[in-house]
């Protein structure tokens, strides 16, 4: 269970990929998608950090599995801190509480 | 014939045990239960590095969802072609670095040094632009403090979202800092030859700070430069 080595051409074919993104989510911030461009804007930045971390980061080819218990837990801890702390202040106006 | 191929493979074998026995530390087993405590090591130190950028990313999303149209109204004045343009810049650097640990894998020495050079290069280009962003914002009064000013609906909050800019950019242009001195390190040893396609845990680790430090500029670009810019409600 060596160390996988990637090919030059997978590296070049997600830098390709990348680029098209960031051309794309420039291309669509230019357009009035209303309350879409925010969740568009940030699932296409997602994709681009997944590419990069499963290919750049070589997470696609680790065999390890506690390197990827840390990672899955990092993110789920992200999720924890993100959607727990917007399900405050996101519902704070669903009741007249005094202070919100 | 037959003699003088296992004559040349034996002298293989021994180089390349020698080779890893060089590289192998003795508290490990082998090179590849060291390559997974290396890596794994990182990957620890990469998750306590998101936690940090995770809790200033909570702040920006809850401090937007609160004062959207201030947000909206100073995300205006980011200069848009400087943040797609160091997006650009980074993912270049990525791709060196990416490079640069395969000619590692390699042991094609010359090329480890010329790939990171090349990313140290991009990566003082972004240095450079956020620079010239910084200077820009100073020059148009958008550096929070008692300087600050902002024609707006909600100039309190607008500042708001300037001193994020600032603490989240600035933290980022940091570890970009941190990563140039990196990689210029990495280049010595390489040029030095330290690295040989058994043991080169060193530029691997490096190569996955850059690309962390990638990943947390491609979500800066977004929310600060992207969301909303130009529709103004």
Redesign the interface.
């Known amino acids: ?3 996988t ?2 090919r ?1 051409r997978t ?2 074919v997600v ?1 390709a990929i ?2 098209v993104l ?1 051309a794309l ?2 291309a669509v ?2 357009v ?1 998608l209303g309350q879409w ?2 969740p568009v ?2 699932a ?2 997602s994709g ?2 997944m590419l ?2 499963l ?4 997470l696609r080819y ?1 065999h ?1 599995k ?2 990827w218990l ?2 899955l ?2 993110l789920f ?2 999720t924890i ?2 959607f727990l ?2 399900t405050d ?2 519902t704070r106006q669903f009741l007249n509480v005094p202070g919100k | 014939m037959s003699a003088e191929s296992s004559h040349g493979s034996f002298i293989a074998g021994n180089l390349a045990s020698s080779v890893s026995a060089h590289a192998l530390q003795h508290q490990f087993a082998d090179l590849e239960q060291q390559r997974e405590s290396s890596t794994l090591g990182m990957w620890v130190f990469l998750i306590t590095e998101v936690m940090f950028f995770g809790g200033m990313f909570a702040v920006y999303l809850i401090n937007r969802a609160l004062h959207p149209v201030a947000f909206l109204e100073a995300s205006q004045h980011m200069l848009f072609w400087a943040g797609a343009v160091n997006t650009i810049v980074l993912i270049c650097s990525s791709l060196f670095v990416a490079l640069a640990v395969h000619a590692a894998q390699e042991g094609h020495r010359k090329q480890i040094v010329c790939f990171l050079l090349l990313a140290l290069l991009l990566g003082l280009v972004f240095l450079g632009i956020k620079g010239y962003e910084y200077h820009g914002h100073w020059v148009e009064h958008k550096v929070p403090g008692p300087a600050f000013q902002f024609e707006g609906t909600d100039p309190i909050h607008s500042e708001v979202f300037f001193e994020l800019y600032f603490v989240m950019t600035g933290f980022h242009a940091l570890h970009m800092l941190i990563g140039v001195g990196l990689v210029a390190a990495i280049a010595w040893f390489a040029w030095r030859g330290h690295y040989t396609p058994a043991y080169h845990n060193a530029v691997d680790n490096v190569g996955l700070y850059w690309h962390f430090v990638d990943i947390i500029w491609i979500f800066l670009f977004p929310l600060l430069y992207l969301i909303s810019h130009k529709h103004v409600p």
């Open positions: 269970m060596a160390e080595i990637v030059k590296y070049f830098w990348l680029m960031t989510t420039a911030s230019f009035n461009n925010a804007a940030l296409i930045a681009k950090a990069v971390a290919f750049f980061m070589h680790e390890s506690i390197i840390w990672v837990a990092g801890w992200l801190l993100f702390s917007m202040f996101g």
